[in-house]
């Protein structure tokens, strides 16, 4: 009896695939009885969906865990920027909130009028927001998804509420400084300690402890860092700034040190814009590097697995076959890999050890070279009496002594041979070392030319031996980044950076139009002692340029840091085909794109607000100054 999947049933009843695998494993652990003419046994079935259930259960836990602190980058920059804008609204607000406080409004009479307002304004927008979400993205959506919802629009409604108490208030200089109270002091120390606790305990963890679901360690590490860089750049930021206004000071020119006295005395919109830059700035980077990691890493995989252009399995590869397939158009090399014992013992100094013994023909060396990183193997093995131990085998030096070789010096070590399983300990050797009668080959790599169709040159190898498994490295990568999950994962960190750049511009712009009022005024009156309205767009710029600068170096930086922890703290081998562990892989040209995006981005959006900045209606502002 033969059972089938209908994929599509899943999709549509929204069943997911840790429902499928409970149901699964419930359904192979009853016995079932059936009648037969020969009697009534009891049966059991059998499947082999268990495995690539379980592995697309781990492929989802990662990417689970890795989208839900990506995502966290633009969630924390959106509310942020609802603040921001909630005190945009409460400053359009101040001359009639100051009319009605003169005429005896009470501050909870104000907040609850912004309480009103805000609740009319963002309770329809956030409800839209949501709906939109489920019909660009349909699928099974739980009721608890709505809660992200009504903390957006109560974040809103919050900061519109505590907003208008304060409206109308004697202002303040918000000096920014080194020093700091001792609550903040406290706050800082505890979420280091957190910091610190979280990555042992991540790092120190085995790595089938990872529960089903959400990663939460695996999260919230990369979190705890993220929080702990703000935290820090916070409260050294004010020091590049003082140097930066110190420097200029004494340099001609007015706009310079006028811009950074400002930023560091009164900065626009608080430490918001400082704040979302780097947010926005860490997680894209994290984002971009992961991406170009994972794609090394799953083209690293491809090669370890398949070990050429080519992998042939199946007959029995003797010399005429070899010949054959020699004269394939496009085939440049043919090395085969022969088994000659599964139980051989090795002499390691005074140890002793049983191993499976491998061969190689001398060409695997011109198959290995096209791989990322050239041949593993080294080429002593094939120039002098040599051989290479792997797997568990941790020593690679010295000699070795093994049946059916001799005496041998051990040329290297490898983990993994590609284009083979031979397991845990296993050598390998010249195929000409070898003593015994020919082994037998069953494993032929095959390498190509570089102007030859790889999958034409597979086609045709698989229609020369026909009862073999031929698979071709351009066919398996393509079918492992096509995948859902990989895919899936690609587009999404590209959507998430891209958000996050333009919340962070608009962050930017909000928090430069919140300081709008005072800049106008200065530079109203700096207008009537001589200052030219392109000076007056150089000191809006040099309000916000430096705090941003230095916040797209540290999240740049931040964002590497991140992504190597995540490395070492999660397993990416579900990722890269199950069998490879991708290292820490800096994509230049991808980097290089998304911090361009990100400078691009902010540059437009100091453009913007210095331009604004430039526009000033000299008479409209002193005669408003005037009136009060």
Do not use: C
């Not at 069943?15 to 009648?35: I, K, W």
């Not at 400053?91 to 009639?96: A, I, K, L």
């Not at 090394?296 to 397939?325: K, N």
């Not at 962050?507 to 800049?519: A, H, P």
């Amino acid at each position: 009896m033969w059972f089938g999947l209908d994929v599509e049933s899943l999709r549509s009843s929204g069943v997911d695939v840790d429902g499928l695998a409970a149901q699964l494993t419930s359904l192979l652990a009853q016995r079932y009885e059936s009648s037969t003419a020969e009697g009534s046994p009891d049966i059991r079935l059998n499947s082999e969906l268990g495995s690539t259930l379980t592995r697309v259960v781990a492929q989802q836990t990662l990417t689970r865990s890795i989208l839900t602190i990506a995502a966290l980058g633009p969630i924390a920059v959106a509310v942020a920027l609802v603040i921001l804008a909630a005190r945009l609204v409460v400053q359009r607000r101040e001359p009639w909130l100051e009319l009605l406080h003169a005429r005896g409004l009470t501050p909870a009479q104000a907040r609850r009028m912004a309480v009103v307002e805000g609740t009319v304004l963002t309770g329809p927008a956030a409800v839209a927001g949501h709906l939109l979400a489920v019909a660009v993205i349909p699928g099974p959506y739980p009721a608890v998804a709505w809660l992200t919802t009504l903390f957006s629009a109560a974040v809103a409604v919050v900061a519109l509420g505590v907003g208008a108490v304060h409206a109308g208030a004697r202002r303040t200089r918000t000096d920014l400084s080194l020093h700091a109270s001792r609550w903040r002091v406290a706050g800082e120390a505890l979420a280091w300690t957190a910091t610190a606790a979280a990555t042992f305990q991540l790092l120190s963890r085995p790595d089938d402890e990872a529960a089903p679901g959400v990663d939460l360690l695996g999260a919230a590490t990369p979190v705890l860092w993220t929080l702990t860089a703000t935290l820090l750049v916070l409260r050294l930021y004010p020091l590049p700034l003082g140097i930066l206004a110190r420097w200029t000071r004494g340099r001609p020119g007015l706009t310079g040190f006028l811009g950074a006295a400002r930023s560091l005395r009164d900065p626009a919109g608080g430490v918001v814009p400082v704040t979302t830059v780097l947010l926005g700035a860490t997680l894209a980077v994290m984002g971009a590097t992961l991406v170009g990691t994972v794609a090394t890493g799953t083209e690293r995989a491809t090669w370890a697995s398949t070990g050429s252009h080519i992998h042939l399995s199946g007959p029995r590869v003797l010399d005429p076959m070899v010949d054959e397939l020699r004269a394939v158009d496009g085939v440049a090399t043919v090395a085969r890999l022969y088994e000659a014992s599964d139980n051989a013992k090795v002499t390691l100094g005074g140890d002793e050890r049983w191993v499976r013994v491998l061969l190689a023909d001398p060409e695997l060396m011109s198959v290995y070279q096209p791989m990322p990183g050239g041949s593993p193997v080294p080429a002593a093995l094939f120039e002098e009496p040599a051989l290479v131990l792997g797997g568990d085998l941790s020593t690679t030096s010295g000699r070795a002594t093994v049946v059916g070789l001799g005496e041998l010096r051990v040329a290297g070590g490898l983990r993994v041979l590609p284009g083979a399983s031979p397991g845990s300990a296993w050598v390998l050797a010249d195929v000409n070392r070898w003593r015994d009668r020919q082994p037998t080959a069953t494993t032929a790599l095959i390498s190509v030319d570089p102007d030859a169709d790889l999958r034409e040159v597979a086609a045709a190898i698989a229609q020369l031996v026909p009862n073999s498994r031929v698979t071709n490295v351009a066919d398996q990568l393509a079918q492992l980044r096509d995948s859902p999950t990989i895919d899936g994962l690609s587009r999404a960190f590209w959507i998430l950076s891209g958000t996050a750049a333009v919340l962070m511009a608009l962050s930017v712009i909000g928090s430069q139009l919140l300081g709008g009022g005072e800049r106008r005024h200065l530079a109203a009156i700096l207008r009537t002692l001589g200052l030219r309205p392109g000076q007056l767009r150089a000191l809006a710029a040099w309000e916000v340029g430096p705090a941003i600068a230095l916040a797209l170096v540290v999240g740049v930086g931040t964002g590497i840091g991140l992504a190597a922890l995540m490395l070492a703290g999660l397993d990416f081998r579900t990722l890269t085909g199950g069998g490879y562990s991708p290292t820490l892989h800096v994509h230049w040209p991808t980097l290089a794109s998304v911090v361009g995006a990100l400078l691009a981005t902010m540059t437009m959006a100091v453009a913007v607000t210095s331009w604004s900045a430039g526009r000033t209606d000299l008479a409209q502002e002193l005669r408003i100054g005037d009136q009060r």
